[in-house]
T-cell receptor, first 114, second 117 residues
Framework: GAGVSQSPRYKVAKRGQDVALRCDPI?????LFWYQQALGQGPEFLTY????????KSGLPSDRFFAERPEGSVSTLKIQRTQQEDSAVYLC????????????FGQGTRLTVV | AQKVTQAQTEISVVEKEDVTLDCVYE???????LFWYKQPPSGELVFLIR??????QNEISGRYSWNFQKSTSSFNFTITASQVVDSAVYFC??????????????FGKGTSLLVTP
């Protein structure tokens, strides 16, 4: 596609429910990032993939968060046993090889845990 | 994490005024990248500029200009003759590590710019 696509755009989950958020990066982009953005704050880094390899997951807040990119394209961020503090916008971004930081962002998935 | 500080939370200007958004960053690296991103109400962050720490030349792109001062660890962004369409949240960011090692970004908290007619 032309840009980074994320689905769903909005998700309401009951506390304790598992959720899966999907990201379709720009075709051919090697690098893929997940960020979490709380209301009124800047995005916070969660994890980074280069192709299918997860090179950095230091930003994942707990072991309830898990991300994968099995074929080096589409990525899924899974949150198990959601808590209210997980409510945020989850942003996915991709970038081309050798274009560190020049990322194209999706519109995000707004997760609300009730 | 090496912090990025955007001291201005909100700025409101009238169309055609010039406005400068401040950014100060921490760094323990000798090489790094700095960035500005724009987040309009639609929510999608839009890349505006990347500068590397080697290059302190100021840059101008149309109505946008950036002033990088390594001595004060600042990377300020000026919009000349602001327009209503410039209304958005603007984020300053730096690479999490040295060039070639830090692929992710540390973002500041953002400055919300409102341009009124």
């Amino acid at each position: 596609g032309a840009g980074v696509s994320q689905s769903p755009r909005y998700k309401v989950a009951k506390r304790g429910q598992d959720v899966a958020l999907r990201c379709d990066p720009i075709s051919g982009h090697v690098s893929l990032f997940w960020y979490q953005q709380a209301l009124g704050q800047g995005p916070e880094f969660l994890t980074y993939f280069q192709n299918e390899a997860q090179l950095d997951k230091s930003g994942l807040p707990s072991d309830r968060f898990f991300a994968e990119r099995p074929e080096g394209s589409v990525s899924t961020l899974k949150i198990q046993r959601t808590q209210q503090e997980d409510s945020a916008v989850y942003l996915c971004a991709s970038s081309a090889r050798d274009r560190d930081g020049e990322a194209f962002f999706g519109q995000g998935t707004r997760l609300t845990v009730v | 994490a090496q912090k990025v500080t955007q001291a201005q939370t909100e700025i409101s200007v009238v169309e055609k005024e010039d406005v400068t958004l401040d950014c100060v960053y921490e760094t323990r690296d000798t090489t790094y990248y700095l960035f500005w991103y724009k987040q309009p109400p639609s929510g999608e962050l839009v890349f505006l500029i990347r500068r590397n720490s080697f290059d302190e030349q100021n840059e101008i792109s149309g109505r946008y200009s950036w002033n990088f001062q390594k001595s004060t660890s600042s990377f300020n962004f000026t919009i000349t003759a602001s327009q209503v369409v410039d209304s958005a949240v603007y984020f300053c960011a730096r690479s999490t590590g040295a060039i070639g090692s830090g692929y992710a970004l540390n973002f500041g908290k953002g400055t919300s710019l409102l341009v009124t007619p």
